[in-house]
């Protein structure tokens, strides 16, 4: 039973457009959410994350939008990099449990 | 910065093998957690351990059992080794408390299983 779901195995985007990653949780219990970046051959790397408290969360060009009623959140990258280029993973939690539940992942490609 | 290494980042042994993927931090983390990362499948939890001599199965514990003597490692155990557990595995830890939840990953081993 997938409980967090990543539905695009992929996206390719232009650089210096937006790149918009998207998933989709189905329990909702959980109420903290991270996104993890990971390069080949490499551990993922947090990037950003955002409490159920807050519908919106900003890290320079990286930003999560959480909406609690769609159980959907999303990841926005302005302007998309070539080193961009990635798998990019959602994470779900709830209250101070130490386990995560990752999604399936997205892998962005920023085209030149 | 938080490290995170693991003992190998190839590994090829043969089915029937015990094997072991050793992990350390060296930020006094309390928290310590196995992964195996298959195409499609994401990230799934194998094992974790919240402090020193203590664990707790994920998703997928079959298989596999964990150790943890000192606080700093953390290390993985298949029993005998089979094909369908050649994977990439990843060892993370994070501090324990309420915050912060984000979790620091080693760099991986990639094992084969022939």
């Known amino acids: 039973d997938q409980q967090v779901k990543q539905n695009s195995p992929s996206l390719s985007v232009q650089e210096g457009r937006i790149s918009i990653l998207n998933c989709d949780y189905t329990?909702?219990?959980?109420?903290?959410f991270l996104w993890y970046k990971k390069y080949p051959a490499e551990g993922p790397t947090f990037l950003i994350s955002i409490s159920s408290i807050k519908d919106k969360n900003e890290d320079g060009r990286f930003t999560v939008f959480l909406n609690k009623s769609a159980k959907h959140l999303s990841l926005h990258i302005v302007p998309s990099q070539p080193g961009d280029s990635a798998v990019y993973f959602c994470a779900a939690t709830r209250g101070t449990a130490s386990k995560l539940t990752f999604g399936t992942g997205t892998r962005l490609q920023v085209t030149l | 910065d938080v490290k995170v290494t693991q003992s190998s980042r190839y590994l090829v042994k043969r089915t029937g093998e015990k094997v072991f993927l050793e992990c350390v931090q060296d930020m006094d983390h309390e928290n310590m957690f196995w992964y195996r990362q298959d195409p499609g499948l994401g990230l799934r939890l194998i094992y974790f351990?919240?402090?020193?001599?203590?664990?707790e199965k994920g998703d997928i514990p079959e298989g596999y059992s964990v150790s943890r003597e000192k606080k700093e490692r953390f290390s993985l155990i298949l029993e005998s080794a089979s094909t369908n557990q050649t994977s990439m595995y990843l060892c993370?830890?994070?501090?324990?408390?309420?915050?912060?939840?984000?979790?620091?990953f080693g760099p991986g081993t990639r094992l084969t299983v022939l």
């Open positions: 993370a830890s994070r501090t324990g408390g309420t915050s912060p939840l984000e979790q620091f």
């Open positions: 351990s919240y402090d020193v001599k203590m664990k």
């Open positions: 329990n909702s219990m959980f109420d903290y």
